[in-house]
Nanobody, 111 residues
């Protein structure tokens, strides 16, 4: 049974940083591409960042240079370091692997 669990969300002011974490079990983590998505109110869910088993990464244009995705295969963990946060980054952030999603973690950026 696959389990995906996110953590690390919160409410911060513009310009602050947050680090999200995701743990996934029940999958061959070391060979899995891990994904972070987000969904803002009234908007479609969008891919934020992706990291392959070899460490290759892709980012949405809106977060390039501010967000960094990384993974720790020994711990079955994937992270999303978010710097210079903007109000438009406010969303529920989801971790996804294959067709399995976590429950999401809320990130709110507001002054």
């Amino acid at each position: 049974q696959v389990q995906v669990v996110e953590s690390g969300g919160g409410s911060v002011q513009p310009g602050a940083s947050l680090k999200l974490a995701c743990t996934a079990s029940g999958i061959p983590f070391r060979i899995s591409t891990m994904n972070w998505y987000r969904q803002a109110p009234g908007k479609q869910r969008e891919l934020v960042a992706r990291i392959t088993h070899s460490g290759s990464t892709n980012y949405a244009d809106s977060v390039k240079g501010r967000f960094t995705i990384s993974r720790d295969n020994a711990k079955n963990m994937v992270y999303l370091q978010m710097n210079s946060l903007k109000p438009e980054d406010t969303a529920v952030y989801y971790c996804m692997v294959y067709d399995d999603w976590g429950q999401g973690t809320q990130v709110t950026v507001s002054s």
